[in-house]
């Protein structure tokens, strides 16, 4: 009797089966996918300039206001690109102090000039935070932009009526 014939000719004498619910991991997915459509949809129209950068400083993310601010029409023309490519000299010497800082895992926030493609310069607020791998090593650097111009003008126009109300009151007395 070959091996096939004796193989065919035993029967069954038992079967097993393993179940296991995976309803909550379902449920678990779902929530996750929704939650990151919802961060997406948030960071996508937000007014604020929201980046993301390798360690090296070029571009990974950059939502619609940043590349408003910068002055190109899609991410795709900001992706691997420097960011140090949009800020003038002096705002370099700062961006990399506190390049140096989150590489040291701090977080920092700090006051730049942009300057668009087109030319144009914009007072803005940067915040950043480094990001580190699973074994610490520093990874990129996601941030936030927000446009300031307007603020800083405004501050300007008040000091000017401040100083010539001073020199009104000293020509008056």
């Known amino acids: 009797m070959t091996l096939g014939n004796r193989l065919a000719s035993r029967a069954v004498q038992a079967v097993v ?14 929530a996750l996918r929704e939650s990151e459509a919802h961060f997406r949809a948030l960071v996508e129209h937000s007014a604020v300039g929201v980046w993301q950068t390798t360690a090296d400083g070029h571009v990974m993310y950059a939502n619609p206001a940043i590349c408003e601010l910068l002055e190109v029409e899609s991410q795709e023309e900001l992706v691997g690109r420097s960011l140090y490519d949009f800020f003038t000299p002096e705002s370099g010497t700062t961006i990399r102090r506190e390049e140096e800082r989150r590489r040291r895992g701090v977080a920092s926030t700090y006051e730049a000039v942009l300057v668009g493609r087109q030319g144009g310069r914009r007072q803005v607020l940067v915040a950043g935070a480094p990001l580190f791998d699973a074994e610490g090593r ?11 111009t307007g603020r800083r003008l405004l501050e300007e126009q008040v000091q000017r009526a401040q100083r010539m109300e001073s020199i009104g009151r000293i020509a008056g007395g």
Do not use: Y
């Open 17 to 30: 089966v393993s179940l296991r619910d995976i309803s909550e991991r379902d449920h678990a997915e779902l």
């Open 138 to 148: 520093f990874r990129s650097v996601m941030g936030s932009v927000a446009d300031i």
